[in-house]
């Protein structure tokens, strides 16, 4: 940070009447292009799965539910942690909103956060802002421009929504509602992130701090919205506040004004920051000097084990945490379906079999592991690209060590990692279900969590296969078997397609493990297309040319 | 690139030169392994420029624009590589450490440009690796800093490495080249020694005048006189300056200017543009 005083150290840039607007038009036409692509599949993913969801309502639970099956899903904690308190389930739009309103939420939350970093931090670290930051724009200028792009984005995907709900026919108040409370989240998360970013000096911490302060709201709604006596948590998250709205139920003023606290004191405190920092700094950040920590920096495998530390230790605690909520609730769940049959009936239809013994409980679970352990899998890989993109490996490439030895090196502990991460799951899920007196053995969780490893193979192989032939999308394609996959079922199912279009999903091959025994047939289907896609990726990363 | 090789020996600084876009970094890459050729092949002291793990045990490598690992600090990277590297004199690495007055105890993240390339000519001149690519590398170093890197290459020639200097800088590949290679259109130009080179130079000159051009016929070391019209003649000096100065005060010159050739100009000057 310039020890200078006065203004004349702090914003680069004296300001030109017309140049500067149409500098700050420029910009937003930058920032729009920049997300544009990214915020149409957003679009069209959380304006379509509502969409479906309330579409298949009609079709199959409508009159289903009575008053007092309501009554018993309503007070039960287990299911209030894991969905959010249900209201007006008799309703097309209400169960719509009960069933796909947190993962919608979370989504946009989760690409708010990845986008806006991307844009406010990403972009000036790496460079890219110097140029534009020497013509007539202010650093605090630029950064409002990009906050207004990415809260337009967000409104118009919450706007989609509330449109494609009145289109599936509910009520056009209550999508309204809706559509405006999963705007305000989603403008919340990109004011938090807009923060972060001015605080810290670069993008990864940025992330890493917003991603947390997700994750945690989302725990905290959870325990909230379980256990009794602490309700009052929900007001303090958004994923709370969201569902306080009660969209089709109550449609509540209140909370909506409650969400547009944090986009505004957040969004003013990331502009304050912004004029006041230097560029290319932030307030926290890795400023310090310090001697030289030499662990693990004797080997290729060493260094990669050392840079992936930090990330790996911020999933667990993600994995950890949620598995032991889930753990916890493992007791209360079973039980319930076991005393409901018309709920178990509905869980079943819906995708989750078994649901109503322990470990069948802990295997549908477990299912939801492939998502991060996959999604940690590819960026791991990713990397690779990303260190060739940036020129940071360059003098390591000149090194005599081989870019086989560096992709098999990356590949390898990627893997260790998310195994790793299984293990976790499985260790707090049996954790949480032992606590409660819920019978899960140590092996048959650990073996459970472990069963979906087919699903981080497909990743791993499908990344190493990117980075071969196509490095400009390394990340999203090595999601695509957990993400994809994922999403792919979940439609699938319901749409009640046919059984062929379900068994694209990897997800359809996993076995229930505990519920019942692995499918090693599938197992080994899964993993040797993995070995080929590592093999075929390694030879043409091998022999391709690098991009500097 | 067409028909190139090139041939570097031991205890030699090879100077590299060519417009931009002539192919030096392109071959510099293919040497590193980095791209292959479409044809023929590129070895480094015998092994395959694309077998890695073989050919970069007998070099070390300085980009144009270093780029590092922002969360670790110089003295980690270097670490790093010289672990992962064909070898250090760690006791010398020191010694340049200071030389180059290089903060080891920061974070790489906010280094600037120059300091991000003492680290890199720090971790390839402390390898005992016999050769040492250099593409541009003292682009961020300052005048201090450049006397400090034209030390290290002669130290390094001194120990019998070979040092392939890729370079726009005339005064840095005067002093330190033993011999230059130059690229044209992904040709190789023409390869000279460097002694060679330093009787080609000449200096450009142009002088303004107010009557009548000044007649510097048989003025010992001017070359190639030259009236441009509007007042202003041009001529090659070579030599001393002395005599043709003496000369031109005997008309009524109302300005000089003097140019120095860059080494690609004289050689493209001296071997024809139709190379």
Not at chain 1, 181 to 195: E, I, Q, R, S, T
Not at chain 1, 205 to 215: H, Y
Not at chain 1, 279 to 292: A, M, N, Q, T
Request: charged share 15%; with cysteine; hydrophobic share 50%.
């Amino acid at each position: 940070m310039a020890t200078a005083t006065g203004a004349t150290t702090r914003e680069p840039g004296a300001r030109v009447g017309s140049t500067s607007r149409a500098g700050r038009r420029a910009r937003t036409g930058l920032a729009v292009r920049q997300i544009r692509r990214g915020a149409l599949i957003v679009l069209v993913v959380t304006a379509g799965m509502p969409a479906v969801v309330a579409g298949q309502y009609r079709t199959t639970f409508a009159g289903v539910l009575d008053g007092p099956a309501l009554h018993a899903l309503a007070t039960n904690p287990a299911i209030r942690t894991l969905f959010g308190p249900p209201s007006a389930l008799d309703d097309a739009g209400g169960f719509t909103v009960w069933r796909t309103g947190t993962p919608l939420a979370v989504l946009v939350g989760v690409w708010a956060v990845v986008t806006t970093t991307r844009l406010l931090r990403g972009d000036e670290e790496s460079g890219r802002w110097a140029l534009l930051l020497a013509g007539p724009l202010r650093l605090s200028d630029l950064v409002a421009r990009i906050i207004y792009v990415l809260a337009g984005a967000v409104v118009i995907v919450g706007a989609a929504v509330g449109a494609a709900l009145i289109v599936a026919g509910t009520s056009p108040s209550g999508a309204v509602f809706f559509g405006a409370g999963l705007a305000l989240v989603g403008v919340g998360f990109v004011a938090l992130a807009a923060l972060t970013a001015q605080l810290w000096d670069s993008r990864a911490a940025a992330t890493s701090a917003s991603a947390g302060i997700l994750v945690a709201t989302l725990l905290v709604r959870m325990v909230g919205d379980g256990v009794q006596g602490l309700s009052w948590l929900q007001w303090v998250t958004p994923f709370g506040l969201l569902a306080a709205v009660r969209p089709y139920a109550g449609d509540e003023v209140l909370p909506l004004l409650g969400l547009m606290v944090a986009p505004v004191v957040l969004g003013v405190a990331a502009l304050v920051v912004a004029a006041r920092r230097d560029v290319d700094h932030g307030l926290f950040g890795s400023r310090g000097r310090h001697g030289p920590r030499r662990w693990l920096l004797g080997s290729v495998v060493g260094f990669v084990v050392r840079r992936g530390v930090r990330s790996w230790v911020a999933w667990a605690a993600g994995v950890f945490a949620y598995f032991l909520l889930l753990g916890l609730l493992a007791g209360s769940v079973t039980a319930f379906l076991a005393d409901n049959e018309r709920f178990a009936d509905l869980a079943s239809a819906a995708g989750f079999d078994e649901l109503g013994s322990v470990p069948g409980y802990a295997a549908t679970m477990f299912a939801l592991l492939g998502l991060p352990a996959g999604v940690f899998t590819a960026a791991r890989i990713a990397e690779v690209v990303e260190d060739e993109r940036t020129r940071r490996s360059v003098l390591l490439m000149a090194t005599p060590v081989s870019r086989g030895h560096i992709l098999r090196a990356h590949a390898g502990v990627a893997l260790l990692g998310a195994v790793g991460l299984l293990a976790v799951a499985g260790l707090a899920m049996w954790t949480g279900a032992r606590a409660v007196g819920a019978g899960l053995g140590v092996a048959d969780a650990v073996g459970g969590a472990v069963a979906t490893s087919p699903i981080v193979l497909l990743c791993l192989g499908t990344a190493v296969l990117a980075t071969g032939w196509s490095p400009q999308v390394v990340l999203s394609v090595g999601s695509l078997p957990a993400v994809g996959g994922f999403l792919w079922q979940v439609i699938a199912q319901s749409t009640g397609a046919p059984g062929w279009v379900v068994e694209v999903s990897p997800f359809a091959h996993l076995a229930a493990v505990p519920a019942e025994g692995p499918d090693w047939a599938s197992a080994a289907v899964m993993g040797s297309i993995a070995v080929v896609s590592c093999a075929i990726g390694t030879v043409g990363y091998v022999r391709r040319d690098l991009a500097h | 690139m067409q028909d190139l090789t090139l041939d570097v020996f031991p205890g030699e600084v090879f100077g590299f030169l060519g417009p931009n876009g002539a192919g030096k970094s392109t071959t510099i890459r293919m040497m590193l392994g980095a791209i292959r050729p479409t044809s023929g092949r590129v070895q480094i002291f015998g092994d395959d420029a694309a077998d890695v793990r073989r050919a970069h045990r007998h070099l070390a490598y300085v980009p144009a624009d270093v780029a590092l690992w922002p969360r670790l600090t110089g003295a980690e990277i270097l670490e790093l590589l010289a672990r992962t590297g064909p070898g250090v004199d760690v006791a010398y690495r020191t010694e340049l450490v200071g030389r180059f007055g290089l903060d080891l105890d920061r974070r790489a993240g906010t280094y600037s440009t120059g300091n991000r390339q003492k680290v890199a000519l720090v971790a390839a001149f402390a390898t005992r690796a016999p050769l040492l690519v250099l593409d541009e590398p003292t682009s961020g170093l300052d005048p201090l800093m450049e006397q400090v890197f034209r030390a290290a290459v002669v130290e390094a020639r001194d120990r019998g490495q070979a040092v392939f200097l890729s370079s726009h800088l005339l005064g840095e590949v005067q002093a330190v080249c033993d011999r230059v290679a130059i690229l044209r259109e992904g040709r190789l130009a023409e390869v000279a020694q460097m002694a060679e080179l330093r009787r080609l130079r000449r200096t450009e000159v142009v002088v303004s005048y107010v009557e009548s051009p000044p007649d510097l016929a048989g003025v010992a070391g001017v070359q190639g006189a030259e009236d441009l019209g509007s007042g202003r003649l041009r001529f090659f000096l070579s030599g001393a300056p002395g005599p043709a100065l003496r000369a031109l005060g005997g008309f009524g010159v109302t300005g000089v200017e003097m140019r120095e050739p860059s080494l690609e100009e004289i050689f493209l000057d001296y071997y024809g543009r139709g190379v």
